[in-house]
């Protein structure tokens, strides 16, 4: 019933953008908080951006700073990645991810701690 879809993976240049976005389904979007995550080939599954249940909260991997911005829509139920200034190590398959938590937590970099996940969407940056 609950279904993250991922889209708007491709291909890109260093230097170059992409935004990635995350439908999701059969849940009360407002009521998770929202996360992207994403593995690089022969890596395993790594922290990229988190952010509150209303987007008031945003959080970022160290790689990722100053690059990537993480946003959402709650009237369209649609979670976003932009990603600027792309290089080639940040080729890997993006997932978004959902979770509930208690209402006194604002985001979570924990994996373990989402719910629901995307089947991940492919980027890949090229020199």
């Known amino acids: 019933q609950v279904e993250l879809v991922e889209s708007g993976g491709g291909l890109a240049q260093a230097g170059n953008s992409l935004t990635l976005a995350c439908t999701v389904s059969g849940l009360n979007f407002r009521s998770y908080i929202m996360g992207w995550f994403r593995r690089a080939p022969g890596e395993d599954r790594e922290f990229v951006a988190t952010l509150s249940r209303v987007g008031g909260s945003v959080h970022y991997a160290d790689s990722v700073k100053g690059r990537f911005t993480i946003s959402r829509d709650n009237t369209k139920n649609t979670l976003y990645l932009q990603m600027n200034n792309l290089k080639p190590e940040d080729t890997a398959v993006y997932y978004c991810?959902?979770?509930?938590?208690?209402?006194?937590?604002?985001?979570?970099?924990?994996?373990?701690?989402?719910?629901?996940w995307g089947q991940g969407t492919q980027v890949t940056v090229s020199l």
């Open positions: 991810a959902a979770a509930r938590l208690s209402e006194d937590i604002t985001w979570t970099a924990r994996q373990r701690e989402y719910d629901y």
